[in-house]
């Protein structure tokens, strides 16, 4: 498999006063093709930086991200959004959803930029809330749904657009059994046909089931040596 993605050096240290918070600290990582990733780590280890620092959403502090060798801080803020709205799904441990319109608008406007339709964009949204098994909550608006049919949209919104690579932050950390084994079996499928996952996760249970590899997180450091999932 290639090595696409890497994280070389990669920190990201907040300033508290006089007070430094390392939350991502010096982290080497390499990527490979489809290649299935899990983390984890304790509460405030610095998973969700990292996450966002890979997914080009923040900016280091220090190091850098490269993607197919070109590093993120040589790329102009054109490409570097290109990149994420082609090529990163990204589900938030918070959802991130547009409060003002409903779950079918929330997916459907992850096309907005891809050229479709608007009918084909919406049809398309249609189908895999569908598959979600969401479709009789596509009109609904985020605040009427509930936590597990929110994490289910934003899910279905970061993989309409079929991204190459998904950020899952605790995909399934308000699903009950049934809905967590929908999510995983449909992250199965995808990446079987090549998407990479990085997915931070407590849930041993899909970890094992899931995950080519397991890295732990420590106070901004990640562990070199592999967790069994
Ligand atoms: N904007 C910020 N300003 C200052 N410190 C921050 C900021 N965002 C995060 N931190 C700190 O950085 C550290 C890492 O936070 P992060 O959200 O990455 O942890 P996490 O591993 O995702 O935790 P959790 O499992 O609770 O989601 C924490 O100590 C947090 O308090
Ligand atoms: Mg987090």
Redesign the pocket.
């Known amino acids: 498999m290639a090595e696409w993605l890497r994280a070389a050096e990669l920190c990201?240290f907040?300033r508290?006063g006089s007070h430094v918070?390392r939350?991502?600290d010096t982290v080497n990582l390499s990527l490979e093709q489809g290649e299935f990733l899990g983390i984890v780590?304790?509460?405030?280890?610095?998973?969700?930086?990292?996450?966002?620092l890979l997914a080009g959403l923040d900016t280091p502090s220090a190091g850098d991200v490269l993607v197919d060798g070109s590093p993120f801080s040589e790329l102009s803020r054109r490409e570097r959004s290109q990149f994420r709205s082609a090529r990163v799904g990204m589900v938030f441990?918070s959802f991130n959803l547009l409060p003002q319109y409903s779950a079918l608008e929330n997916v459907a406007l992850a096309l907005l930029f891809s050229g479709e339709r608007r009918r084909t964009r919406l049809r398309r949204a249609a189908e895999i809330l569908e598959r979600m098994e969401l479709g009789d909550r596509a009109d609904h608006r985020p605040a009427d749904l509930s936590g597990g049919e929110q994490q289910r949209v934003a899910i279905a919104r970061a993989m309409i657009k079929e991204p190459d690579i998904l950020f899952a932050?605790?995909p399934t950390g308000n699903l009950d059994e049934g809905n967590s084994a929908l999510i995983a079996d449909m992250l199965v499928d995808f990446n079987s046909k090549g998407l990479s996952v990085v997915m931070?996760s407590?849930d041993r249970e899909l970890t094992g089931k899931l995950c080519n590899r397991v890295l732990r997180?420590d106070y901004?450091r990640l562990q070199p040596e592999e967790v069994a999932p």
């Open positions: 990201r907040y508290r918070v939350a991502v780590g304790s509460s405030g280890s610095g998973k969700s930086t990292l996450l966002n441990q932050d605790e931070v407590h997180m901004g």
